[in-house]
C-alpha cells in the first residue's frame, strides 16, 4: 500500500515568489505520484502545468479571501442574530 510521501513534500506557501511556489508545487506532484499515492484533487491541481499551477493558486487565494469576509461580516452580527441552516428548508 502506498504512503503518503509527508516528510517530501515542500511548502509553497503565499510568501514564496511565483516561481519558486510553482517549482516546489510540481516537485509535490511528481512526488506524490512516485509514491503511489493518487494527488487529493479536492485539494490540489493535479498538473505540471505552471499556468494551470498559477490559477489554481489564484483561485485558492480569492476563495480563502471570501471565507475571510463571510466570517468577518458574521462575527459583527449582533450575539442573538439566527443565521438560516443549511440543513434544514426555509419557511416558505
Not at 22 to 47: F, K, L, W
Request: glycine share 2%; net charge negative; with cysteine.
Amino acid at each position: 500500500m502506498p504512503t503518503w510521501p509527508k516528510e517530501k513534500l515542500l511548502k509553497h506557501g503565499p510568501d514564496l515568489p511565483m516561481e519558486e511556489r510553482i517549482r516546489r508545487y510540481q516537485h509535490n506532484i511528481r512526488t506524490i505520484r512516485e509514491s503511489g499515492c493518487a494527488v487529493p484533487t479536492t485539494a490540489m491541481v493535479d498538473t505540471l502545468d505552471p499556468a494551470e499551477i498559477e490559477i489554481w493558486f489564484a483561485d485558492n487565494a480569492f476563495n480563502i479571501d471570501r471565507l475571510k469576509q463571510v466570517m468577518k461580516r458574521v462575527a459583527d452580527l449582533p450575539d442573538d442574530t439566527l443565521l438560516p441552516s443549511p440543513f434544514t428548508k426555509p419557511d416558505r
